[in-house]
């Protein structure tokens, strides 16, 4: 007669504020009288005592030992929000203390039970879930059937103004130049994905912030082709170039660049130390030949910023962290190449040069599925004119460093994350290119060039620079 499964349905007991708040209680604002009272749609009895400080459950042989009082009615009533299916009873323990009001919503069996009440609408329902995303003003609810619905003003003027959850970090955009949607999961860091118009109908269409770009979104092109794809969390796809002109013209980078391609005679016998430019930019550079252990907080921090990135990787890197440049592909960075074993050039011969170069490529290809071709980075910036010319003939550009900012060295180098911050800014100057590195000093486990990448960017935006990527150098 008295399952235990039904005193496990969800009982959820809230603090209303009763005025707006559209529940009605009993005229008398006394708690009920001691006794037990039977709640009609569940079958449930319930003990009441100590004018009403404690309210319980009864299970059967409890109501056995009692000597099967006969319980009276329980003071309830039933409701639902006007554009909602749910029906919830509430009983009113204590009218004057909606913190001892019983809420509970029917399925249709124990809407039958209590012999098919008609429920009035109200402006709120306890179990309610109020919430607000990160990228609209607008206040939603999910009922406790589920359903979620954005509130007009006068909808949470009516709830009490019940207090949302804050979901900051999270929400909807949609690309001013695109009809699609994305629900975003990490704002901060641009991770979401594409909903469906169903989708976004079962959530209650909350409005989307607009918006021309993402967060960590890509553009590029194949090398032989002039058309631009965009890669984001709302959609993958070539676009046309007023989508283009909407976004902002971004450079796109350019991938599947052939072993035959030549390098612009104005780059060639260079090993750039900044870029050739009277603007106020800068490039951060990231090598990666040691460990692994800075990877995702660049990263992170290069979409939280919504700064561009280049990373030089060695082909030993590749195939020990292959899940680290699929972040680097898929985050939309340029990953160049670092050679495979990152030895010192000068002591190679042309054939080896080659050699490492092709062996790289093709491990930097096999992780993220593409090339490293245009962009190179020497092996401890060792090189001579005859390696550079060797580098330019396999279709690479070298570049070098404007500064180093030595967090390689690690604390156990006299180091700190304030100054590798300082180095880098100090030699701020139009075309700078800073150079970092992802790994851990092997002795003291430090990633300082990671930890100070934050400090590193706001410190250059508060000086008036902007950052680039080495693709909008080349090709």
């Known amino acids: 007669m008295f399952s235990r499964n039904q005193l496990k349905l969800l009982l959820s007991v809230v603090l209303l504020v009763l005025a707006g708040s559209g529940i009605t209680a009993p005229a008398t604002a006394a708690p009920i009288a001691d006794g037990y009272y039977l709640l009609k749609y569940s079958g449930d009895i319930y003990r009441v005592s100590g004018s009403g400080t404690s309210i319980r459950a009864l299970t059967f042989a409890e109501w056995a030992a009692a000597g099967y009082p006969t319980p009276k009615p329980a003071p309830t009533d039933y409701v639902k929000y006007s554009w909602a299916p749910t029906i919830s009873a509430v009983t009113f323990f204590d009218p004057a203390v909606p913190s001892r009001w019983l809420w509970q919503p029917l399925d249709y069996a124990?809407?039958?039970?209590?012999?098919?009440?008609?429920?009035?609408?109200?402006?709120?329902?306890?179990?309610?879930?109020?919430?607000?995303?990160?990228?609209?003003?607008?206040?939603?609810?999910?009922?406790?059937?589920?359903?979620?619905?954005?509130?007009?003003?006068?909808?949470?003027?009516?709830?009490?103004?019940?207090?949302?959850?804050?979901?900051?970090?999270?929400?909807?955009?949609?690309?001013?130049?695109?009809?699609?949607?994305?629900?975003?999961?990490?704002?901060?860091?641009?991770?979401?994905?594409a909903v469906s118009y169903s989708s976004w109908a079962a959530q209650g269409f909350p409005t989307p912030r607009v918006v021309p770009r993402v967060t960590g979104d890509q553009f590029y092109r194949d090398y032989a082709s002039t058309t631009i794809w965009y890669a984001g969390p709302t959609e993958n796809r070539s676009i046309n170039y007023a989508e283009w002109q909407a976004?902002?013209?971004?450079?796109?980078?350019?991938?599947?660049?052939?072993?035959?391609?030549?390098?612009?005679?104005?780059?060639?016998?260079?090993?750039?130390?900044?870029?050739?430019?009277?603007?106020?930019?800068?490039?951060?550079?990231?090598?990666?030949?040691?460990?692994?252990?800075?990877?995702?907080?660049?990263?992170?921090?290069?979409?939280?910023?919504?700064?561009?990135?280049?990373?030089?990787?060695?082909?030993?890197?590749a195939r020990a962290y292959p899940a680290s440049i699929r972040a680097m592909?898929?985050?939309?960075?340029?990953?160049?190449?670092?050679?495979?074993?990152?030895?010192?050039?000068?002591?190679?011969?042309?054939?080896?040069?080659?050699?490492?170069?092709?062996?790289?490529?093709?491990?930097?290809?096999?992780a993220g599925g593409r090339g490293s071709r245009p962009w190179f980075r020497?092996?401890?910036?060792?090189?001579?004119?005859?390696?550079?010319?060797?580098?330019?003939?396999?279709?690479?550009?070298?570049?070098?460093?404007?500064?180093?900012?030595?967090?390689?060295?690690?604390?156990?180098?006299?180091?700190?994350?304030?100054?590798?911050?300082?180095?880098?800014?100090?030699?701020?100057?139009?075309?700078?290119?800073?150079?970092?590195?992802?790994?851990?000093?092997?002795d003291d486990g430090t990633t300082l060039d990671a930890d100070a990448l934050p400090s590193i960017i706001e410190g250059l935006q508060a000086r008036g620079y902007s950052f680039v990527s080495l693709n909008s150098v080349v090709p």
Do not use: C
């Open 110 to 193: 124990a809407w039958q039970r209590a012999g098919f009440p008609a429920p009035r609408n109200a402006g709120y329902v306890g179990g309610s879930y109020f919430y607000q995303w990160g990228t609209s003003a607008e206040v939603l609810v999910e009922e406790p059937g589920g359903v979620q619905h954005v509130l007009t003003p006068a909808e949470w003027a009516a709830s009490g103004f019940q207090p949302p959850d804050m979901r900051t970090n999270e929400g909807f955009l949609k690309l001013s130049w695109s009809t699609a949607i994305a629900r975003m999961s990490d704002l901060s860091l641009g991770k979401g994905s």
């Open 378 to 442: 020497f092996p401890f910036g060792a090189r001579g004119p005859l390696d550079i010319a060797v580098v330019n003939g396999a279709g690479f550009v070298p570049f070098r460093w404007t500064v180093d900012t030595l967090g390689w060295q690690g604390t156990s180098g006299g180091r700190s994350a304030i100054s590798v911050r300082d180095r880098a800014l100090a030699a701020a100057t139009p075309g700078e290119i800073i150079l970092m590195h992802v790994g851990a000093n092997p």
């Open 329 to 366: 592909v898929d985050g939309g960075f340029v990953v160049g190449n670092h050679s495979n074993t990152h030895p010192e050039f000068p002591t190679l011969t042309d054939a080896q040069i080659v050699a490492e170069l092709n062996a790289a490529d093709a491990s930097i290809r096999a």
């Open 247 to 317: 976004a902002g013209f971004p450079d796109p980078l350019v991938i599947n660049v052939p072993s035959s391609y030549t390098v612009p005679a104005n780059l060639r016998g260079q090993d750039l130390e900044r870029i050739p430019t009277t603007e106020k930019v800068v490039a951060l550079t990231f090598d990666a030949g040691g460990s692994n252990a800075g990877v995702q907080s660049v990263i992170n921090t290069l979409h939280r910023y919504n700064v561009p990135g280049s990373f030089f990787a060695t082909g030993v890197f």
